[in-house]
């Protein structure tokens, strides 16, 4: 049974930084994508970030791109996402998400490409 664990998060001042965990167990595989997403309130989910644990340059959203970084450990099956100079629109839910199966440029952001999903953690940044 696959898992993802996540912790971290909490809340910030605009301009401050925060770094979500995410803890995979359970995998057949050592090789896998793993996203984060984050939710608004009366918004969609909506992918950030993306890494492929085999390797390979990361993705991001045009939003967080430049100010988050997504990183790996393998070793500790963790992924991580660093987030820097956050902004009030920042605030969320966010969860990480992982997945089997290729994942490509063009489709990285459909959250149903992804079959397995962490517990949420919140986000909240203030002006």
């Known amino acids: 049974q696959v898992q993802l664990v996540q912790s971290g998060g909490g809340s910030v001042q605009a301009g401050g930084s925060l770094r979500l965990s995410c803890v995979a167990s359970?995998?057949?595989?050592?090789?896998?994508?793993v996203a984060w997403f984050r939710q608004a309130p009366g918004k969609e989910r909506e992918g950030v970030a993306v890494?492929?644990?085999?390797?390979?340059?990361?993705l991001y959203a045009d939003s967080v791109k430049g100010r988050f970084t997504i990183s790996q450990d393998n070793a500790e099956n963790t992924v991580y996402l660093l987030m820097s100079s956050l902004k009030p629109e920042d605030t969320a839910m966010y969860y990480c998400?992982?997945?089997?199966?290729?994942?490509?440029?063009?489709?990285?952001?459909?959250?149903?490409?992804?079959?397995?999903w962490g517990q949420g953690t919140q986000v909240t940044v203030s002006s």
């Open positions: 890494i492929y644990t085999g390797g390979g340059a990361p």
């Open positions: 359970g995998y057949s595989q050592s090789r896998y994508w």
């Open positions: 998400a992982a997945a089997v199966t290729p994942i490509y440029s063009d489709s990285w952001r459909d959250r149903y490409k992804y079959n397995y």
